[in-house]
């Protein structure tokens, strides 16, 4: 058996002793330092690109991102300097720079309070907004609230799907998720799992139904009931979580900590509920 | 250059051999010594060789100025037990105003491969890759057949080595961007640590070095470190290849001392030979697109090495000089510089990919007093969280206009991109 090794570390002033291999931002967490991250997500491998988790480290030039860099032994950080602050209110102006305000973006709307960033800072130029892509049945694509946290793309490749449809393609302020050649979703790779919704932190992936709902402002979280099950289409049992709006499914997630899925689903589970709603009535034939 | 200065061409071949010998043919390699440095590093321990790198202080030519013994060694002690180890050679030179691996690879391009065929050795690689920037495909051919000359040479010394050539974009030229486009990936700039050295290349041991570093490292073989340690100063031995361009008579690649005061290299009559019409000398950006506006007050007092220039706040770089003259705008120049960087961000991390249109934007509506607060607030960001290199020193050469008003204060009827 393996002997777990500890590393011991100080986070702004307090020592503190972790196993190795955690990274900075759970090290941090354990001294009850929350850490902002925009990119990060439990279920995917850091993807590093969003910036908001920099902290700073004593020898080091840069400020580190604490969501993948390793704890090593007599590491000093501060989670908190002005350097720190600054960055991070950086990256939230920078990306609010290139979206309209009525974004559905909790998390970055979240670190903007926090950091009392001025959307309009860096609101010099060319923005992402851009039209909305409405070309299937199941989800909608609205780049115009893209972050490029590249979770749909990890988590469509190696850290899930493994189906590997989308990709970023193109530089600078012009790099994008693609779905090769800028297809529409039927005509390309996408097999409609729908795991890239499930991780997207914006708007910008988003079921047909609650965006159709979220249109006609009848989208109303508080009034969403939701309902454990197991999903009745093949063996593996997958469970689901139903999210019901006035009597009617409108969407499907999965628990991130379910053994089975852990939290991805394909697309019979995530999109094939509307047989539990069907007009029966009219299926009779009567 | 002055006689104190003048070096003889090691870098660069002598004109002599040039003229007796082709650039890819056994007798240039003899005729270089080439074979001798070959015979020497074949001749000696790992141990041994490494100790040699170290004792001829040998530092990265590619910008980083990194010494090379410590990327030996740790290539050397990586645990590799069963794995493969590799070696790369740098040929993507991208930065702007650089172009000495270009002349370099096509004057003499068996003093890099020699090079590249001792780092091997010297720590253990078991395949050995150029990755060369598109631009000069033209050398892929002479750098296939300059490694073959190599490899008659020392019949022991073969190991595969492959050409892939770059695809142009700049970001390429990061080292473990350029191991990503090698595995055939989007040329992204992975996070570090891990170094290249312990996970590099397919996450392997790999020792990556710069075409010029890999030549210095043939002459140390050749000449052993007492004799490479000749020229140049204590704390930065060797020569160093410069790109002058700009406002001068005599643009191109010339091979000086470490420690040689900057207006010998611009004014010497083997170098660059002086100013272009007699013209006044404005500024010299120093590095590359991510490097550093000196003032010619600066120009004159400054000797090129790393201590000597960090008083300026400036760094040798890749060893580019663009010489500017008074009557060019040095607004305008950053405004292309700021295009350069928007146009070549990859766009993986927040503050590189928007900060960097943004600073463009910035530089294309408003003044540089206008906006020199957010300017400065920007830069921070991007030098403090970028990713890689490109966004951390985007705006180095932007920033050091900005402290040097005199630069560009006095532009002030320029309009738009002037102040």
Known sequence: MEIEESRQLTIDGEVCQVPAGTTLREACLQVGKEIPALCWHERLTPANTCRACVVELEGSRTLVSSCSRMVEDGMVVHTDTPRVLHARKGVAELLLSTMMDDVNAPELQKLAQATEADPAHFRVGETLVQPIRDDNDLYVRDYSQCILCYRCVAVCGEDAQNTFAIHVAGRGLQ??????????????????????????????????????LRQENEWDEKKIQVTETTCSYCGVGCSLDLHVLNGRIVKVTSPYNHPVTQGMLCVKGRYGYEYVQADVAHLQGS | MSPQHRVPQRLLPDPKIVAQSGPISPQRLQLRGLDQALRRAWGMTVTRMIQEVQASGILGRGGAA??????????????????????????????????KDRVLLETDPLLPLTGLAIAARGVGADKVYVYLRGEYRHLLLPIQRAWEVVEGTVPEAVIPLEVRLGGGAYIAGEETALFNSIEGKRPEPRLKPPFPTVKGLFSQPTLIHNVETL???????????????KYGSASTPGTKLVSISGRVNRPGVYEVPFGIPLTEIIEGEDTAQGMQNGQRLQAVLLGGAAG?????????????DYPALRRFGASIGSGALVVFGETDSLPEVAQTLANFFAEESCGQCVPCRIGTVRIKEMLEQFSLSERQVDLRDLAQTMRDASICGLGQSATTALMSLLDRPVLWSKNVDRGKGAV
């Not at chain 2, 990194?66 to 790369?88: H, I, M, N």
């Open chain 1, 175 to 212: 790099a994008h998720i693609d779905t090769g050649f800028d297809r529409s979703l039927p005509d390309s790779d996408c097999v409609f799992c729908g795991n890239c919704v499930q991780v997207c932190p914006t708007g910008a992936l988003i079921g047909k139904t609650e965006w159709s």
């Open chain 2, 215 to 229: 030549a210095n490292i043939a002459l140390a073989f050749r000449d052993g470190a007492g004799p490479f340690r």
């Open chain 2, 66 to 99: 990194f010494p090379a013994s410590v990327k030996w060694q740790s290539v050397r002690d990586a645990d590799a037990a069963g794995k493969l180890k590799y070696g790369v050679m740098n040929a993507d030179e991208s930065e702007p105003g650089t172009f």
């Open chain 2, 292 to 304: 550093t506006f000196l003032t010619s007050l600066e120009v004159a007092e400054a000797a090129y």
